[in-house]
């Protein structure tokens, strides 16, 4: 192991605790103490001085490179669809792209509204890709040809939004694009780019899921990403009519292992799903194979809005600065510092066997529902359980 990360290391960057090492095959982060980083060459680091909680820079952007989007879903966390004025430049994302390539940022998610609006999509992949940032990307699949397929040979993986198969796709999003999505999934495979499907999870289509990973699994897909419906952008309005009820949440985790072992493909779910894993009490390697960290946002994860705005997690409602003083707003800015420090009191959650790893699970869902952006959050199935 340690030979294989000396040998096929892309991007290594400095942290207190030692570095980050970007391997190219497969495309993955590993982390590493400062001994290991003597090993590899990397001579004693500031850092390496410092004692900080949270890490020198993102490791993954989520860069929204435009606000158009040909569908408009009614659960569309971004609140996307008509042609905005407000997207930034070619010139501008290539600026911040530079950016976050002198900060050593691995991985880009290029998303939208809908990022093959722009005709200038893969020149900026390519652009990200020159500068060592693993560019990656999520589309509805709506613009997806055969020669664009080709081209996005770039992107290290390609998620196409997909939440149920045939007449049920639209059941949430309130628009029927299935045979897009399908077109685009199979045009992808084709074509030898890593493909996966991000599947919004709703008290709609919580039966369904499984259709969703039999189908990506059919047609040879990698990974099926599940993320929790947000009160956020458009979602906001539909959130208490689509959200998981008591008993799916508890349900979740258990119809997730069931499918893992049912089917050969990589089965993920976002961050913000981490109480309703951390309910059942699984062991570290089941964390660690669903991708569970807990909230990343403003450590792990930025957000760039399409107008060049920043936060600490794309799902958040506010943007501050632009991206350009990012190098200054990581290390300062009280937003960043919210994230990272939130202030949880709530007793049960304290007592929690996971607090460490989940710290009161998703702050969007807290803020939202309760107004306040330190409490637990409020869908967690122990939380809930107790309120009932
Ligand atoms: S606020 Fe944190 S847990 Fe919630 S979606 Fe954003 S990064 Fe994930
Ligand atoms: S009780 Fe708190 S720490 Fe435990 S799983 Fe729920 S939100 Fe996370």
């Not at 069931?258 to 913000?272: G, P």
């Amino acid at each position: 192991m340690r030979k294989n990360v000396i040998d096929d290391k892309k991007v290594v960057r400095y942290e207190s605790f030692g570095g980050i090492v970007g391997l190219n095959n497969p495309p993955t982060l590993v982390f590493v103490d400062r001994e290991f980083m003597k090993e590899m060459g990397y001579e004693s680091s500031e850092l390496w001085q410092q004692q900080r909680n949270y890490l020198s820079a993102p490791t993954e952007v989520h860069f929204n490179i435009t606000n158009a989007c040909p569908m408009s879903c009614r659960h569309c966390t971004s609140d996307s669809g008509s042609r905005s004025s407000g997207d930034l430049s070619n010139e501008d994302i290539k600026k911040a792209i530079d950016v976050l390539s002198e900060m050593k940022v691995f991985h880009i998610a290029f998303g939208g509204g809908e990022l093959f609006e722009r005709t200038d999509a893969i020149d900026i992949a390519e652009y990200a890709s020159s500068k060592g940032i693993v560019p990656n990307a999520t589309t509805n699949g709506y613009y997806i040809t055969t020669p664009l397929a080709e081209k996005c040979k770039v992107f290290g993986q390609i998620n196409i939004s997909i939440d149920g198969i045939g007449s049920k796709y639209g059941v949430i999003r309130g628009v029927d694009s299935f045979e897009y999505a399908d077109r685009a999934a199979k045009l992808l495979v084709e074509a030898g780019v890593n493909t996966g499907i991000n599947c919004m999870v709703t008290n709609a289509n919580f039966d369904d899921l499984e259709e969703v990973v039999a189908y990506a699994a059919d047609i040879g897909m990698k990974e099926v990403l599940f993320l929790r419906l947000k009160p956020s952008g458009r979602a906001k309005a539909i959130y208490d009519k689509y959200k998981l009820t008591q008993e799916q949440n508890k349900l979740f985790y258990r119809s997730l292992m069931r499918m893992a072992r049912k089917y050969k493909i990589n089965l993920q779910v976002d961050c913000s799903f981490i109480p309703h894993i951390c309910y059942h009490n699984p062991p570290e390697k089941v964390m660690k194979l669903l991708g569970i960290e807990g909230c990343e946002g403003g450590n792990v994860l930025l957000g760039v809005r399409h107008d060049g705005l920043i936060n600490a997690c794309s799902h958040y409602p506010s943007y501050y600065e632009n991206i350009h003083k990012l190098p200054h707003m990581w290390n300062e800015h009280e937003h960043f510092k919210q994230f990272r420090e939130r202030h949880i009191t709530d007793e049960t959650c304290i007592k929690c066997n996971y607090f460490k790893l989940c710290r009161g699970g998703c702050p969007l869902f807290s803020e939202f529902i309760t107004g306040d952006f330190n409490a637990p959050d409020p869908e967690c199935p122990i939380i809930r359980q107790r309120q009932l």
